[in-house]
């Protein structure tokens, strides 16, 4: 009897629910939920060797100096800078984005991540460049590049404050609440997918190397697989490598005088001894605040800035150092390192911060770092088709967690995909040099901010898939849309990971606001 009543009082035994068989005469082996990618030969705090993280490191240099100098290259000339101005306004980039690393591994995100500058400020930049170019009061070519750097300095300065306050206010971390695997999906791989022009066209304009180092980089994934040695050098230094190796390739069709005769475009990609930038870059060069001059604040200007300002969503705090420092664009977290974590499989929070010691080294040394950026675009272009792939193939890997076979989940994940894709696509093709996009209004600061906002593939993903996902059917599928396993990431005892891998290296919670809710 008392076992009887004991039993009564005990949970029934709960069976596991039995594994779907494959259809058919499938006999194919079937892959559960991962919550991490269990190929990571280093995680967040687990460390290379000392010599092998600085490797890594100077390797993440190398990949964020490309979006640097493609940027530099594009704005600087724009703006009446000689070659001159393009190496300090690179040197400015570089200090800006090594600076902000290290302090978003250190009191940020706490997660590997490399910042870098960002495209997503390039159409306020263009506006700015574009008041200035139709203005002409100034004296020099030099004097108007001076007048636009100090006015941009002056719109970071002002718009970094809404980030500050969307931080401090926990506004991101309220809006992710909304947020499910269905959206995340979608957001991850337009983050790769809508840098597409920026790849094999890009690479395209000297197929002789570009194409060559795609070959390349693919190649040595299968031929890491022939030795062992050749599998522990190639998985983790490939990059490093096949840059090596095409780069020499490029000096020797540029001594051999291949292009000579050839057209300026193509010299200007394909020559090394094109970017002018070792000849003229400083030797020493101490970065400041103020360096070009006091900031100029103009309402318009900074109105344009607060839309880039929202897409990156970076720190405020980053942002504003941009600003003092006179970058001549904000930074956010770089997609191509990213990329680079999956390429090496090495997630360490030391190698991040490893790199930030070259992005300073160089910014203040001009000389040396030139010289690395003398590579030629496509190379940095057919690098970053593999590594925004990789970021894009991340993305769809999160679909795990939610219900594939519902047609509303498919719905909600090709809508936004494609919209995602689509809508930038639009406002991109119809905006032209100086930054004025499809919507023209009389009101300059409104179209800089919408043209921003709807010429970025992830915001545009993020708006339309968390409009869909949380109004079609949203309570009555939440297990499908993967909620159970996204919601413990959103508080700090919610996980054990999330104390072990994002706390503070010193106690601060009494200052800065938590991360999680």
Not at 69 to 83: D, E, F, K, Q, S
Not at 197 to 207: D, H, K, T, W
Not at 359 to 375: D, E, L, R, Y
Request: charged share 10%.
């Amino acid at each position: 009897m008392f076992e009887t009543v004991n039993q009564q009082h005990l949970p029934p035994p709960v069976a596991p629910p039995p594994m779907q068989q494959p259809l058919g005469g499938a006999k194919g082996p079937l892959y559960g939920p991962s919550e991490q990618l269990l190929q990571l030969h280093y995680c967040i705090h687990s460390n290379p060797s000392w010599p092998r993280a600085v490797l890594l490191g100077f390797q993440h240099y190398i990949v964020m100096l490309g979006t640097t100098v493609m940027i530099a290259t594009y704005l600087v000339p724009r703006m009446g800078g000689t070659h001159g101005d393009k190496a300090r306004v690179i040197q400015a980039l570089l200090f800006a984005s090594g600076i902000n690393t290290l302090f978003q591994t250190w009191i940020g995100t706490r997660l590997p991540t490399v910042m870098g500058p960002s495209f997503s400020y390039v159409l306020p930049v263009l506006s700015i460049i574009k008041d200035y170019f139709d203005n002409n009061n100034f004296t020099s070519e030099h004097e108007r590049f001076l007048h636009t750097m100090r006015t941009i300095q002056g719109s970071l300065i002002v718009s970094s404050i809404i980030n500050i306050l969307i931080g401090y206010l926990k506004v991101w971390g309220k809006f992710t609440r909304l947020f499910s695997p269905i959206v995340i999906v979608p957001v991850v791989c337009v983050v790769g997918l809508g840098r597409f022009a920026m790849g094999f066209p890009q690479l395209a304009n000297c197929v002789e190397i570009g194409l060559p180092m795609l070959i390349l980089l693919v190649a040595c994934q299968n031929l890491m697989r022939i030795h062992p040695v050749a599998h522990a050098v190639l998985e983790k230094f490939a990059l490093l490598i096949c840059i090596g190796l095409v780069w020499a390739y490029a000096a020797i069709l540029t001594v051999a005088g291949s292009y000579n005769n050839a057209k300026a475009d193509t010299q200007q990609n394909c020559r090394v001894d094109r970017s002018y930038l070792l000849e003229s870059a400083p030797w020493i060069k101490v970065q400041y605040p103020f360096q070009w001059g006091t900031p100029i604040f103009r309402a318009s200007h900074v109105f344009g800035m607060f839309g880039a300002a929202l897409v990156t969503s970076a720190e405020g705090i980053g942002q504003l150092f941009d600003g003092l420092f006179g970058a001549v664009v904000g930074t956010s977290a770089s997609v191509e390192n990213v990329g680079l974590l999956g390429l090496t499989h090495v997630g360490s929070r030391r190698v991040v911060q490893m790199s930030t010691g070259f992005m300073i080294f160089f910014s203040i040394f001009g000389k040396f770092g030139a010289f690395f950026a003398m590579i030629p675009l496509p190379i940095f272009a057919a690098m970053y088709c593999v590594l925004w792939g990789i970021v894009a193939g991340a993305g769809i890997s999160f679909i795990q967690f939610a219900n594939t076979n519902s047609l509303r989940n498919i719905y909600v994940l090709g809508i936004s995909l494609f919209l995602g894709i689509s809508i930038p696509q639009y406002f991109t093709t119809h905006t032209d040099d100086t930054g004025h996009g499809p919507l023209r209004t009389s009101a300059g600061w409104f179209n800089n901010i919408v043209n921003t906002f709807f010429s970025s593939p992830p915001v545009v993903a993020m708006i339309v898939g968390t409009l869909l996902d949380n109004t079609l059917d949203a309570h009555k599928t939440r297990n499908e849309r993967g909620i159970p396993w996204w919601t413990p990431f959103q508080s700090r005892k919610g996980d054990s990971r999330n104390e072990e891998f994002y706390s503070y290296p010193v106690r601060m919670h009494e200052w800065i606001p938590s991360r999680f809710l």
